[in-house]
């Protein structure tokens, strides 16, 4: 059997990293977080940005010890046999294929906010997205690395090109009152704030694929986090130190900043800007999620016929080939029935949170008791287990999952 091919370094792995977790959040969070809890929003921007680290703390850690392909499912397994990756398994498998192209059409509906395009140019600008990425993927990590890389570097200098424009404007009568709404309101603020940094996890599938991942999936995964934390949190500096949310201003904060420098011209960079980040998010998703299906099927927790990779790219065709027909049932759906996205996205977003538990219950098996690793994992698995119980209806949506993960795991 062909195995998967070491090509990546830790500046593809950053870059890969950013892109799975600065998602369409840092387009319209910022000014939706401020006008939930107003200056106070910053406050929780940086607590979030700091509680990241343990996350990211403990994976590296994770990877360091069982660089698989497998990701979060084999640490799992490692920590609790193969019923209990199983089942995380079945519960990712409700996440990233619905997710996706939800991200998706998130992004093409704000580049449709800001230039005008219908319901069917944003669906084409979605279904786009997803397809160029797959075909990326079908082709290698190496040339799709290589363009995440070049396609990041263009967001961190749009984005720091947006703050730099903003920071002349910003006024410290902005600040006053810090807490119109209560901290209440700061911490509702906190919990939409969390799936902003959310897809750490998709880079530990690729650790077959680096050339010494127990090096450089560390770096990528500190200095992604610590890149992101940083545009995160001045973003929402400038949206609220220059007033660039509430009434009669939308939620499309980003776009305000940008025309401070750029005036008109600002709607259509912004719009790039969304362009680039949303299929950086996208491309980076599938690259780790594909990894681990494939894992998972080499394991036997799903069918086995996802387990065959290309003969030539020696990638996971089969897994990429059916996650392209769940992107189009799922596009099909928005077109069809037009359904909240935010209602739809609920589901993965638990799933997503589900699956750190798993993560965090099994590093604190794992690693040495009273370790570094350890006490992070202890952190973030109570502030994961505190946001899960935020996730409403959702909640139950990876317990279905769950259970039906561990009913293929026992008949087969």
């Keep these: ?93 409700g996440s990233v294929p619905i997710g996706v192209p939800i991200i998706a059409l998130t992004g093409a509906q704000y580049i449709g906010s800001v230039t005008g395009a219908g319901t069917g140019a ?95 999936i560390p770096i990528s995964l500190f200095a992604a986090a610590a890149c992101v934390a940083l545009l995160y949190v001045m973003t929402a500096f400038v949206t609220v130190g220059t007033h660039a949310y509430g009434s009669g201003k939308g939620i499309a904060s980003l776009n305000l900043l940008m025309a401070n420098g750029a005036g008109e011209s600002g709607v259509y960079i912004t719009a790039c800007l969304a362009l680039f980040i949303t299929f950086s998010t996208i491309h980076a998703n599938i690259a780790g999620f594909s990894r681990m299906v494939y894992a998972m ?14 003969a030539k790219s020696n990638t996971p065709v089969r897994v990429l080939l059916w996650l392209g027909a769940v992107f189009c049932a799922v596009l099909l759906i928005q077109w ?12 993965p977003s638990a799933a997503f949170i589900a699956s750190y538990v798993f993560t965090m219950a099994a590093a604190l098996k794992l690693l040495r008791r009273l370790s570094i690793g350890w006490w992070f994992a202890s952190a973030s698995f109570l502030l994961c287990i505190g946001v899960y119980g935020f996730s409403g209806w959702a909640f139950f949506y990876p317990m279905i999952l769950g259970v039906a993960g561990l009913l293929y795991k026992r008949r087969n």
């Design 297 to 310: 099927s080499r394991e036997g927790h799903i069918p086995r016929y996802f387990a065959r990779l290309h």
């Design 122 to 216: 944003i669906i084409l600008i979605a279904a786009v997205m997803l397809g160029l990425s797959l075909i990326l993927n079908m082709k290698g990590l190496q040339l799709s690395a290589k363009i995440s890389t070049l396609v990041i570097c263009l967001i961190i200098l749009l984005l720091a090109a947006a703050i730099a424009v903003s920071l002349p404007h910003v006024s410290s009568g902005s600040f006053h009152p810090f807490l119109p709404h209560g901290w209440h309101a700061a911490g509702s603020a906190s919990v939409m704030i969390f799936f902003s940094f959310v897809g750490w996890e998709m880079i530990t599938p690729l650790a077959e694929e680096f050339k010494n991942p127990k090096r450089d």
């Design 336 to 347: 069809v029935f037009k359904p909240d996205l935010e209602v739809l996205l609920k589901g």
């Design 1 to 93: 059997m062909n195995t998967l091919r070491r090509s990546l370094t830790w500046v593809q792995g950053t870059a890969l990293t950013i892109g799975a977790v600065l998602g369409c959040g840092i387009l319209i969070l910022p000014s939706v977080t401020a006008d939930t809890a107003g200056p106070a929003s910053l406050a929780a921007w940086l607590m979030m940005s700091l509680l990241v680290f343990p996350i990211v703390g403990t994976l590296s850690v994770l990877v360091q010890n069982v660089p698989s392909a497998g990701g979060i499912t084999a640490y799992v397994q490692l920590a609790f046999q193969g019923k209990a990756a199983a089942v995380l398994g079945w519960i990712m498998l």
